[in-house]
């Protein structure tokens, strides 16, 4: 299981962009990759999800849909999610994770160990 460290969380406006990273501590290409969010005192919630492959397919909740988009550069082990046009309510922490079967993402997140520190995203009005 690679390590993963997430960064790029801010302070924005409403409307306002912010690209998250996700770098791995080692190969990534083998892996399928997902951001999620955690509101206080709720469930960790699925964003997107991206499967193994730079270009590969992707997927994403209703709520973010349109706005996000996740990509990812395998030579650079790393995994992205653009945030477009932000909201109020986009405003919790992000975390990041990986596995090498797209359905643990997608579906067995709430299993997946581990989890890193997340970073921080604050939209304000």
């Known amino acids: 299981q690679v390590q993963l460290e997430e960064s790029g969380g801010g302070s924005v406006q409403t409307g306002g962009s912010l690209t998250l990273s996700c770098v791995a501590s080692?190969?990534?290409?083998?892996?399928?990759a997902g951001w999620f969010r955690q509101f206080p005192g709720k469930e960790r919630e699925f964003v997107a999800s991206?499967?193994?492959?730079?270009?590969?397919?992707?997927l994403y909740a209703d709520s973010v849909k349109g706005r996000f988009t996740v990509s990812r550069i395998n030579s650079r082990n790393t995994v992205y999610l653009q945030m477009n046009n932000l909201k109020p309510e986009d405003t919790t922490v992000y975390y990041c994770?990986?596995?090498?079967?797209?359905?643990?993402?997608?579906?067995?997140?709430?299993?997946?160990?581990?989890w890193g520190r997340g970073t921080q995203v604050t939209v304000s009005p």
């Open positions: 991206i499967s193994r492959y730079t270009g590969g397919s992707t």
């Open positions: 994770n990986a596995d090498p079967k797209l359905h643990n993402i997608v579906e067995g997140f709430r299993n997946l160990p581990p």
């Open positions: 080692g190969d990534i290409f083998t892996y399928a």
